[in-house]
């Protein structure tokens, strides 16, 4: 039973960053990467949007680590959600080793790995909140990625 709680909260994140990406545009990959930029002084080249409580943002910032691919980037205080054309066992490699390094432990118990589904859990973060890490193959070549401090 709870494999089908976990199932149906990722199918509900999927559909909330295609909700997100509808409303964005196009719907297609933005390359942040590619634009031309004249950094002839030390400002900031682009500021995030963000909402009027500021803890809302589309666009790079975030509190967990990314891969270099992430695209569609959206960041609410203390959750990530983005989509990157890793495969899903790239992914949590990925977390393993950066989590890893960091001292983080995985909570083993709690990783599911089905069917285009991953869930796993980090121990060991500052605030005393685990670090849960979910993703669903997308079926295009890419990988939807939902990061967030819960407490588990």
Do not use: W
């Not at 545009?25 to 995030?48: F, L, M």
């Not at 992914?91 to 393993?96: I, K, L, P, Q």
């Not at 001292?103 to 083993?108: D, L, T, V």
């Amino acid at each position: 039973m709870k494999k089908y709680g976990i199932l149906l909260a990722i199918l509900a994140l999927v559909f909330s960053s295609l909700a997100c990406q509808m409303v964005t545009g196009d719907g297609g990959a933005v390359d942040h990467q590619t634009a031309p930029v004249d950094n002839t002084d030390d400002s900031p080249t682009a500021t995030p949007a963000s909402s009027s409580d500021d803890n809302f943002f589309f666009g790079g910032d975030s509190d967990f680590p990314m891969p270099d691919d992430a695209k569609n980037v959206v960041s609410a205080a203390g959750t990530v959600n983005f989509q990157t054309n890793l495969g899903l066992d790239e992914v949590m490699d990925f977390y393993r080793d950066i989590y890893g390094k960091q001292g983080y432990a995985e909570r083993e118990l709690l990783t599911t790995v089905t069917d285009g589904v991953f869930s796993f859990v980090f121990d060991g973060h500052e605030s005393g909140q685990a670090i849960v890490i979910q993703g669903v193959d997308l079926g295009d070549g890419s990988v939807n990625v939902n990061i967030s401090f819960q407490d588990v």
